[in-house]
C-alpha cells in the first residue's frame, strides 16, 4: 500500500514540475516524455517480453477456435446456437424486431404513385343522352365547359412552366457572372456609376439603350403617382392600405419613410409627414429636406381617440385592441383587461387581500432578523456565487399583477365522472370508427334530432352507416351492408353514393382491405345502376385510374375490371367524352393512367369501336402529347389483350407506323416501344402487317443514339422472329452490328434491350450457329460476363437466359468451356450466376459433348463454390450440383468418394446452415450413387444421418430426415443401414416435433416404413406410433394431415385393423373439428385398405354412443368410405341403410347434410348394380329436405339427389319434380324448378322418354314411331 501511495506522489509530482515549466513558457521537449517501457519497449527494455502472445489478429477469428485436426482454409461465418435459439423463439410485440409492415397504401407507394392524391374529384357532368335535345342546364358542366378549362389549365401550366424556365437560366447566368474572373482595370474603365452620379442625359440615354435591348417580360408596370389629394379619410375601423412604392419613387420626408397622405393608423393622429417638410410637387421632383429625427411631441396625443377598452354588450375579454391608458386604478399595475372588467366582486375581492396577507408574511428575512432569530455563535455567512441570481419573487406573485391578456387564477379542476377519455362514442349497431373516419363519418356521432332531417339527409346518412360497416365492420356486418347497398342502389341514387364513395378512396390512410372493399362496393354499385353512372363516369375514373399503375397485381386486376364495368354500363361515347380532356394533359402522371383506362375500354368494348378515335388522336397536329397517349394506348391494348390484337394488327400498325418520324423525341419511342408490344402479341404471326414500318425502324436504328435507340433496337428485336428465315438471318446480321457496338454502353436499361434482342435473334432459326461462335460470342463474353452484371438482378436474369439460348443454338461445350473456371471467381455473386446458367444448360441439354477435362473442371469448380459460398441463398447452388451430378450419371462415379468426404466434413460444420446444405445434397445425388453401385457409401451416409438424428436446429433436422428418407427409398429396407428395427424407434419421439419441415419428411419416412418394411418393427411399436400420429393430424399444413392418414392405412395394414381402429374412433370424441375430420378419413383409409367388413361393424356401434360428435364422426366417416371403396359398396348398401334413415330424419341439420353426402356416394358407387330398392327408399328420406334454408344442408340435398338421377335415371326423379312444379306456392315452384332445371341440364336426352305421348290432330303430326321403337 505504502508503494501505491508513493507511487502517486511521484506522478503528481512530475505533473506539477511539467505544469510550473509550460507557464513559465518552456518549450514541451518530446524526447522528455517518456512512456511504459514494459509495454511500448524502449532502451533497456526486456526483447522477449512478448513470448507466448500472438502478434497478428487472424482475418478470421471463428476459425482460430477451430479444432487444430481439422485445419481448414476458409470456413463460413458461424451463428452461436444461443443466438438460433433466440431467433427461433417467439418473440412480444414490444421486443426490438423487424416493425410491423405497415398495411396502409400510402406507405408503400413511392412519389409518382403518390401523385394519385393531387388529382381532384371533378364535379358531375352532363349527361347528353338523358336530356336528348333539350337545352343543358348552366350549373351542370358540358363537354364544353370540360374542353375549356382544359385548355386554359394547359396554357396556364405552359406559363408557368416558361417562367420557371427563365428563372432558371437567370439563376444560371448570376452564377456565370459571380464566377467569372476580375476583369482588368482598363476593361473596367466605363463603369457603371452610382444612380445619383448620372446626369439626366445619361439616364437617358441608358434608358434608351434598356429599351431597344430588353423584351416585353422587362417592362415593369408604371407606378401610380401619388398626390395629396389621393389619401383616403381616416376612419374608425380598419384603414385602406396604402399603395406599395418603390422608395426611390418618392422624395425622401424627413420624418418616418411612410408618405404624410397615408391613411392614419386612428383618428386624431398626427400625420407623419412634419410640418417643415417640403410639399411634393406633382411632377415629382423636389428639393429634398434636410433629414431630422421625429419627436414624439409632434403627434397628437392619443388618449382621445383610443378605441374603447370594452365593447357593447360583449362578454369582457380581458384584452382591448386600443394602447395601454394613463392612470391607476388602485391596483398594482393598471392595465386594460382591469378597465374592461369594471367593478370587481366581494369575493374577488377578498381573494386579492388574502393574497396580499400572505405575500406580506412570505416576504424574504433581512439580515437584522436572521440575526435575532439564530445564535451569533457557530454560524458563518457564506457569501453567494458572483453569477447567483436569487428569484426574489414567488411563483404566485406573477399571478397576482394582471397582465393585458386576464390570466385566470388556478381553480382545483373538479372530475368529470361522465367525460371520455378519447373513447369513441359508443354507436348503436355501427362498428368503431379510427380517428381519421371522423372526417368522412363525424356526423354520424350526432344522433340528435334524426327525426328532423330531411329525406335527402336521411338517405345520406343511412349510405354513411353502411359504408361503414363495409369499410370497418365483421364479416357479418359486412356481408349483410354490402347487400343492402346492392339491393338499394337504385333507391339511393347515384349521386349520393359516389360522393360518399369516392372521397373515401382518395383517403391517404386508406388501407389495401379498405379499398379492396369500396372498390366491391363501386362494382355491385355500378352493375345496378346501369346508365345512371353517365354523369360520374370521369369522377370514378379519377380514382379508380391510379389502380392500373398499382404494384398489386390483384388491384390491378380491380382496376380492369371496374373500368370495364364502367365502359359497358355508359358506353364508348361516354368514356371518350370523360377521358378526351386527359389525354394531353399537361400532367404525365394523368395522361399514363388515361392510356391504360383506354386500353381497358377497348378491351371491354372491342378495338374496331375505339379504332377511328384512336386514329384521330394519333394524327393531332395540336399538341405532341396527344400523339403521344394515343400511341401508348396501342401499347397497353397490345399488352393487356396478347393474342386478340390479331384481326386488327394491320389497322393498329398503319395508325402509329408515322409516329416513327415525329418530330418529337418522345414520340419516336413510344412508337417504338408500341411496336415491340404489338409484335410481341403477334407471335408467332402477323410480320406481313409490319412491312410498312421496316424501312422506318431500319433507318432510325442506324441514326438514332440513346433511349430512342434501345426503344428501336426493341422493336426490331421482337419483328426478326417473325419473319421468313432468310430475311430473319439478313435482318440479324444487319442488326447485330450496331448491338455488338451497344455491348459497351454504360446505360443499364441498353443492356437489358440489347440482351433480350441477341437473345430474340439467336434464337431465330435463320442464324447459324458458326456465325453466332464466331461474331458474337468472343465480344459478348468479354462485355457482359464481368462482375458487376451479377449484381441487378434484372441484367442477371436477362445474362443467363440469353447465354441459355446461345448454348441452346451452338452446344454445351462451348458456353460451360468459357465460364467454367469462373466458378473459382472471388465474388460470389458471380459464381452463383455462373452455377445458375450451368445448372439451365444442362438440365437443358445434357453432358454429352463435355469431355473428361471438362467434366473434371467442372466438378473442381461445383466443389468449390458449394464449399465456398456464405449468403443465405443456398438454393442456387445446390440445385446446380443436383443436376451436374444428375446429369452426369455413371460417369461421376470416380468423383463420389470426394463428395461424400465434403459432404460428411460439412454435416460436422457448427453452422447450421452449411449442415443443413449437406444433408440437402445428400438427397439430391442418392439416386446417381445407387446407379454407381455405391450401396456401401450410402450405408455408411445412412449411418451418420443417423447419428445426427439428434440435431437441435429443426431446419437442419428436417433436412436430415429428407436425407434418410431418400436413401431409404433407394437402397431398400433389407440392406439399409442401420436396420429399420432401430431407425424406426428413433423417430417416434421426433413426430412430437412441431416445425412443419420435421413434421412432413418424419410422417413420410415413418409411411415408407410402415408400407414397405412394417414386419421389420415389432406391434406393440406401431401402436405408439399410432398414439403420434393422432397428434399430427392437428398439423396446419394439408399435406402432413394427408401423410399421416395415409400412414394409417399402412399401420393397419401391418398389423390388423382392430387397434388401429380402437385408437381412431376414441378420437371421434375429441372437441377440435379438423381432428374429427381427419380421423374419420383415417378410418375410411383403414376400411379401404382391410376391406369394409373389418371396419363397419364397429363403426356402426358407435353411432348408438348418444354423443354428437362421435355420431357426426360415424357418418362422415361413411362418406368417406363409400367415396374410397365405390363399388364395393353394393355389399353393404342393406347394412348401412337403417343408420342413414334414422339420420335423415334426425332434428339435428348436421346429421341431415352428412347423412345426404353418404348418400349421394352410395348412389354414385352402385349406378347399374341392381340396388334400385334400396336407393329409391333412401330417397324417399332425402327428398323432404329440399326446402332447407341453410346453404351446406340445401348444396349436400341437392347433390344427393343428383347421385340418385345417375343411379335410378332421370325419370324417377322427374317424377317427384312434377308434383310441385306447377305448385299454387311460389317459393315451393322455385324450389321444384331448380331441381328440375339442373335435372334438365344433366340428363336432357333422358327426360324424352318420360314426357307424355301428344294425340295427333288434324293439322300437326307429334308422335315420332322411330322414337317409341326405340323406347
Known amino acids: 500500500m505504502d508503494a501505491v501511495e508513493s ?77 438460433i435459439a433466440a431467433a427461433e423463439l417467439p418473440r412480444a410485440p414490444d421486443e426490438d424486431g423487424p416493425p410491423k409492415k405497415s398495411q396502409r397504401i400510402v406507405d408503400r407507394e413511392d412519389d409518382y404513385r403518390r401523385r394519385r392524391l393531387n388529382q381532384i374529384i371533378s364535379p358531375e357532368r352532363h349527361d347528353p343522352f338523358a336530356s336528348g335535345e333539350a337545352t343543358p342546364d348552366p350549373a351542370v358542366r358540358t363537354y364544353a365547359d370540360v374542353m375549356r378549362d382544359a385548355a386554359l389549365q394547359k396554357k396556364k401550366e405552359g406559363l408557368l412552366l416558361e417562367m420557371d424556365k427563365k428563372r432558371k437560366e437567370d439563376e444560371e447566368k448570376e452564377k456565370q457572372r459571380k464566377a467569372a474572373p476580375e476583369q482588368p482595370a482598363a476593361a473596367t474603365a466605363t463603369k457603371r456609376r452610382n444612380r445619383w452620379d448620372q446626369s439626366q442625359d445619361g439616364d437617358a440615354v441608358a434608358g434608351a439603350k434598356k429599351a431597344k435591348t430588353s423584351s416585353d417580360w422587362d417592362v415593369t408596370d408604371a407606378a401610380p403617382g401619388i398626390g395629396h389629394w389621393d389619401a383616403t379619410p381616416g376612419r374608425v375601423g380598419d384603414a385602406t392600405p396604402s399603395v406599395r412604392r418603390n422608395r426611390w419613387d418618392e422624395t425622401p420626408t424627413p420624418g418616418r419613410m411612410t408618405d404624410a397622405d397615408a391613411t392614419p393608423a386612428a383618428v386624431g393622429l398626427t400625420p407623419s409627414g412634419a ?319 388515361t392510356a391504360r383506362a383506354f386500353s381497358v375500354v377497348a378491351s371491354a368494348l372491342g378495338i ?16 405532341w402529347q396527344a400523339r403521344h397517349t394515343g400511341i401508348k394506348v396501342v401499347q397497353q391494348i397490345a399488352i393487356l389483350m396478347g393474342c386478340a390484337v390479331l384481326p386488327h394488327l394491320k389497322s393498329l400498325v398503319e395508325i402509329i407506323e408515322h409516329g416513327l418520324t415525329d418530330e418529337n423525341q418522345k414520340v419516336r419511342t413510344i412508337t417504338a416501344l408500341s411496336l415491340a408490344a404489338l409484335a410481341e402479341a403477334a407471335a408467332p404471326y402477323g410480320i406481313e402487317s409490319f412491312d410498312t414500318i421496316l424501312r422506318p425502324l431500319w433507318k432510325g436504328i442506324k441514326s438514332h443514339r440513346g433511349k430512342v435507340l434501345a426503344a428501336f433496337l426493341k422493336a426490331i428485336g421482337f419483328i426478326i422472329p417473325l419473319m421468313d428465315v432468310g430475311y430473319a438471318s439478313y435482318y440479324t446480321k444487319g442488326v447485330m452490328v450496331v448491338l455488338i457496338r451497344e455491348f459497351q454502353s454504360p446505360d443499364e436499361e441498353m443492356k437489358k434491350i440489347v440482351l433480350k434482342v441477341v437473345k430474340q435473334c439467336v434464337s431465330t432459326e435463320g442464324v447459324e450457329a458458326d456465325y453466332i461462335r464466331n461474331d458474337i460470342l468472343p465480344k459478348f463474353f468479354s462485355h457482359f460476363w464481368v462482375r458487376r452484371m451479377a449484381l441487378d438482378r434484372r441484367n442477371y436474369k436477362e445474362l443467363v437466359e440469353t447465354t441459355v439460348e446461345m448454348a441452346n443454338k451452338i452446344g454445351v461445350a462451348s458456353i460451360v468451356g468459357r465460364i467454367v473456371e469462373d466458378l473459382k471467381d472471388e465474388s460470389e455473386p458471380y459464381r452463383r450466376m455462373v452455377m445458375e446458367t450451368i445448372e439451365k444448360v444442362v438440365a437443358n441439354l445434357g453432358v454429352s459433348d463435355v469431355d473428361a477435362r471438362l467434366e473434371e473442371l467442372l466438378i473442381d469448380g461445383i466443389l468449390y463454390a458449394f464449399q465456398e459460398q456464405t449468403s443465405d441463398d443456398a438454393n442456387v447452388m445446390l440445385n446446380g450440383f443436383g443436376v451436374v451430378v444428375n446429369a452426369l450419371g455413371k460417369r461421376v462415379k470416380p468423383y463420389l468418394p470426394q463428395i461424400c468426404g465434403t459432404i460428411k466434413w460439412r454435416l460436422n460444420n457448427k453452422s447450421a446452415k452449411v449442415r443443413q446444405q449437406a444433408a440437402d445434397l445428400i438427397s439430391r445425388i442418392a439416386i446417381v450413387m445407387k446407379h454407381c453401385q455405391e450401396e456401401q457409401l450410402m450405408g455408411h451416409l ?48 421426433i413426430l412430437k416435433n412441431r416445425h412443419e419441415k420435421v413434421q412432413e ?271
Open 7 to 83: 507511487e502517486i506522489a511521484r506522478v503528481k509530482e512530475e505533473r506539477r514540475r511539467m505544469e510550473e515549466a509550460l507557464e513559465a513558457g518552456a518549450r514541451l521537449d518530446a524526447s522528455a516524455v517518456t512512456f511504459d517501457t514494459d509495454i511500448y519497449g524502449g532502451v533497456g527494455s526486456d526483447p522477449n517480453r512478448f513470448a507466448g502472445y500472438d502478434t497478428s489478429i487472424p482475418a478470421a477469428e471463428d476459425d482460430a477456435a477451430e479444432d487444430e485436426a481439422n485445419p481448414a482454409p476458409r470456413r463460413l461465418p458461424s451463428y452461436t446456437g444461443h443466438a
Open 275 to 593: 410640418w417643415d417638410a417640403t410639399p411634393k410637387l406633382p411632377g415629382g421632383l423636389a428639393t429634398p429636406t434636410p433629414k431630422k429625427q421625429r419627436s414624439r411631441w409632434d403627434e397628437t396625443p392619443s388618449m382621445g381617440s383610443t378605441t374603447p377598452g370594452s365593447i357593447g354588450a360583449a362578454t369582457p375579454a380581458g384584452y382591448t385592441p386600443g394602447p395601454t391608458p394613463f392612470g391607476a386604478d388602485n391596483l398594482a399595475t393598471p392595465t386594460p383587461s382591469q378597465i374592461a372588467r369594471g367593478l370587481i366582486t366581494p369575493e374577488h375581492y377578498h381573494l386579492k387581500r388574502y393574497e396580499r396577507d400572505i405575500e406580506e408574511r412570505n416576504r424574504p428575512l433581512t439580515d437584522d432578523e436572521i440575526d435575532s432569530m439564530l445564535p451569533q455563535a457557530g454560524y458563518k455567512i457564506l457569501e453567494p456565487p458572483a453569477s447567483y441570481q436569487p428569484i426574489r419573487t414567488p411563483a404566485r406573485k406573477l399571478l397576482a399583477t394582471p397582465t393585458p391578456l386576464g390570466t385566470p387564477l388556478y381553480a382545483i379542476p373538479e372530475e368529470n365522472r361522465g367525460q371520455q377519455f378519447d373513447v369513441p362514442k359508443e354507436l348503436g349497431g355501427l362498428p368503431l370508427m379510427k380517428p381519421e373516419d371522423y372526417q368522412y363519418f363525424g356526423t354520424l356521432l350526432n344522433e340528435e334530432g334524426e327525426d328532423q332531417l330531411s329525406p335527402e339527409e336521411q338517405k345520406e346518412r343511412k349510405i354513411m352507416k353502411l359504408l361503414l360497416k363495409v369499410k370497418n365492420g365483421t364479416p357479418q356486418q359486412r356481408k349483410a351492408a354490402l347487400r343492402q347497398l346492392t339491393d338499394k342502389t337504385r333507391e339511393f341514387g347515384a349521386g349520393p353514393l359516389f360522393n360518399r364513395i369516392l372521397p373515401l378512396l382518395m383517403q391517404p390512410t386508406l388501407e389495401d382491405q379498405e379499398r379492396h372493399l369500396l372498390v366491391k362496393v363501386i362494382d355491385r354499385v355500378l352493375y345496378k345502376l346501369d346508365e345512371l353512372v353517365r354523369p360520374f363516369v370521369h369522377k370514378i375514373l379519377v380514382v379508380i385510374e391510379p389502380l392500373l399503375i398499382d404494384e398489386d397485381y390483384y388491384a390491378r386486376v380491380e382496376g380492369r375490371e371496374i373500368i370495364s364495368n364502367l365502359s359497358k354500363a355508359a358506353g364508348l361515347a361516354t368514356m371518350i367524352a370523360s377521358m378526351r380532356p386527359d389525354i394531353d394533359n399537361i400532367d404525365e402522371y394523368v395522361r399514363n393512367t
Open 608 to 623: 374496331p369501336a375505339l379504332l377511328p378515335f384512336l386514329k384521330a388522336v394519333c394524327q393531332s397536329k395540336k399538341s
Open 942 to 989: 445412412g449411418v451418420v444421418l443417423y447419428e445426427y438424428l439428434g440435431e437441435e436446429y429443426p431446419e437442419v433436422l428436417g433436412s436430415i430426415l429428407g436425407a434418410l428418407k431418400a436413401i431409404v427409398n433407394v437402397i431398400g429396407m433389407t440392406k439399409m443401414t442401420p436396420p429399420i428395427k432401430d431407425l424406426l424407434p428413433r423417430l417416434t419421439p
Open 1001 to 1271: 419428411n418424419c410422417i413420410d419416412l415413418v409411411g415408407r416404413i410402415a408400407d414397405r418394411g412394417a414386419e421389420f418393427v415389432p406391434a406393440r411399436e406401431w401402436m405408439r406410433i399410432c398414439f403420434e400420429l393422432l397428434e399430427m393430424l392437428k398439423a396446419h399444413k394439408k399435406g402432413i394431415r394427408r401423410a399421416t392418414v395415409n400412414t394409417f392405412g399402412y399401420i393397419a395394414k401391418a398389423i390388423g385393423p382392430q387397434d388401429v381402429l380402437a385408437t381412431l374412433l376414441n378420437n371421434l370424441k375429441v372437441q377440435e373439428r379438423q381432428n374429427r375430420v381427419c380421423t374419420t378419413v383415417a378410418i375410411a383409409i383403414v376400411a379401404e385398405t382391410c376391406s369394409p367388413f373389418t371396419v363397419l361393424p364397429a363403426l356402426m356401434n358407435e353411432y348408438r354412443v348418444p354423443e354428437l360428435n362421435v355420431q357426426n364422426g360415424v357418418l362422415k366417416s361413411l362418406s368417406f368410405l363409400f367415396e374410397y371403396i365405390g363399388e364395393m359398396g353394393k355389399d353393404y348398401i342393406y347394412a348401412v341403410s337403417p343408420l342413414l334413415e334414422d339420420a335423415l330424419m334426425d332434428r339435428d341439420l348436421v346429421h341431415r347434410q352428412t347423412a345426404a353426402s353418404a348418400a349421394k356416394h352410395i348412389a354414385l358407387g352402385v349406378a347399374g348394380l341392381g340396388c334400385e330398392d334400396a336407393l329409391v327408399h333412401l330417397l324417399n328420406f332425402v327428398w323432404p329436405n329440399i326446402f332447407e334454408t341453410s346453404p351446406h344442408v340445401i348444396n349436400a340435398v341437392t347433390e344427393a339427389i343428383e347421385g340418385m338421377r345417375v343411379a335410378l335415371g332421370a325419370a324417377v326423379i322427374l317424377n317427384y319434380c312434377l308434383q310441385g312444379l306447377f305448385h299454387p306456392a311460389r317459393k315451393v315452384r322455385e324450389v321444384y324448378w331448380k331441381i328440375y332445371n339442373s335435372l334438365y341440364i344433366g340428363a336432357q336426352d333422358a327426360l324424352v322418354a318420360a314426357y307424355p305421348a301428344l294425340e295427333d290432330d288434324g293439322d300437326n303430326i307429334f308422335s315420332r314411331p322411330e322414337l317409341a321403337m326405340f323406347v
